[in-house]
């Protein structure tokens, strides 16, 4: 079945970086689109960027300039590099798989940006 596992979220200051992993296994990673996503306390999912099979990127214009969302098909793993956080970007970010209309979704990971 397919799985989507996060890591490197955690605890930050503002101004500082997390880069977030999402290992994918049970697809063919190649054939899909993968993107990050996240929910901070009572509020909805969003989308934070997101990267097709091809390669193209798209971002939320409040991370545009400070996240990179990048893909390694031969590890099957898509990250997240975050720069410049702030406050605002604490939430539980969640990797997810599309194709042909079906998502997947991983368990997510807690980024809290603090002093």
């Known amino acids: 079945q397919v799985q989507l596992v996060e890591s490197g979220g955690g605890l930050v200051q503002p101004g500082g970086s997390l880069r977030l992993s999402c290992a994918a296994s049970?697809?063919?990673?190649?054939?899909?689109?993968m993107g990050w996503y996240r929910q901070a306390p009572g509020k909805q999912r969003d989308m934070v960027a997101v990267?097709?099979?091809?390669?193209?990127?798209s971002y939320a214009d409040s991370v545009k300039g400070r996240f990179t969302i990048s893909r390694d098909n031969s590890k099957n793993t898509v990250y997240l590099q975050m720069n410049s956080l702030k406050p605002e970007d604490t939430a539980v970010y969640y990797c997810?798989?599309?194709?042909?209309?079906?998502?997947?979704w991983g368990q997510g990971t807690q980024v809290t940006v603090s002093s």
């Open positions: 049970g697809i063919i990673f190649n054939l899909y689109a």
């Open positions: 997810n798989s599309v194709r042909l209309g079906v998502m997947n």
């Open positions: 990267i097709t099979s091809g390669g193209s990127t």
